[in-house]
């Protein structure tokens, strides 16, 4: 059933490469990307003047990252919010928003709410689900599937990739559509997206070298995660994995935040992960991981192959392929499920069913 696998964790993050694929595929006709069997249509597209984009958890991770995207290339406002604040904080929906509802199980009782109330006050909802038929599924207006297949692990991996890749799509056809994209930019943008695969099958493949580095770390008692931008939303989901199957202590930061009381925490062998794909960042990042190394920090470095002057600061660097910096946080999350999985592992926790946590959200 774990296909030979010692946990579905693992199988599912295996499963990535298949699972991106799959999801770009299903929406893509010859070179241009197509929603129209989903119902939305370009006119809708074209007509959006906000977007607001809901979750929980992991999703709202995939909604932080989708924010950068999105507003980068349609230059439409985006706010984003974790399901249950939406919920209760009487949102204000202008006209022509589209709210997107990101949710794997298509069940999580926040999203769900979250849901009913934006169409209560009138706007469309674009559903990104995994489960078929779920409720989620259901009510919204639109709806576009995820094709991660199931996913039995309590943590996110496959299905987080895909919800990713989702985000892109609508950020890319979008853009097209507003003219801000050309028809031969947008091409070769989906000839980059269709790399990511392969990309992460090589990440996938180097992954003895995380696994080491875990064992060696596994007994951490905090950990951090910096990052800017894109970077920063690939730290909380980083963090995130870290916490809920490895039990250590982690806190993600936008990097630049950090000396605004947080970097008191870092003292000798603090472990910080730094995170580093984006170009025009790059150098402001290193900065704050300066700082924090000259406090003691024990740094893992993680950015793209060419960017080998983090070595002169990182004591371990980790190295993901280049890509359009719109895709890196698909390829920059694969290291940091490797190194929550193998976390767990080392210390012998159950990695698929960890402490206090259920795969779907059902109450509140
Ligand atoms: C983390 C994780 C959770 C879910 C969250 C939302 O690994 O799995 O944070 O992302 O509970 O669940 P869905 O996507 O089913 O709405």
Known sequence: ???????????????????????????????????????????????????????????????????????????????????????YRNPILVKNSLVVIISQSGETADSLAALRLAKEKGAAVLGIVNVVGSSIARESDYTLYTYAGPEISVATTKAYSTQLVAMYLVAMRTAQIRGLLSDEDCEKMIAELQTLPKKIQKILDDKERIQWFASKYANAKDMFFLGRGLDYAISLEGSLKMKEISYIHSEAYAAGELKHGTISLIEDNTLVVGILTQSNLYEKTVSNMVEVKSRGAYLMGLTTYGNYSIEDNADFSVYVPKTDPHFATSLAIIPLQLLGYYVSVAKGLDVDKPRNLAKSVTVE
Do not use: W
Not at 18 to 29: E, F, H, P, R, S
Not at 59 to 73: F, Q, S, T
């Open 1 to 87: 059933e774990k296909g030979g696998y010692e946990h579905f964790m693992l199988k599912e993050i295996h499963e990535q490469p298949k699972a991106v694929q799959d999801t770009i595929g299903a929406y893509l006709k010859g070179n241009q990307i197509d929603f129209s069997e989903i119902g939305l249509e370009d006119e809708e597209l074209a007509s959006i003047e906000r977007f607001y984009i809901i979750g929980c958890g992991s999703a709202y991770h995939v909604a932080m990252a989708a924010k950068y995207v999105l507003e980068d290339m349609t230059q439409i406002p985006v706010e984003i919010d974790i399901a249950s604040e939406f919920r």
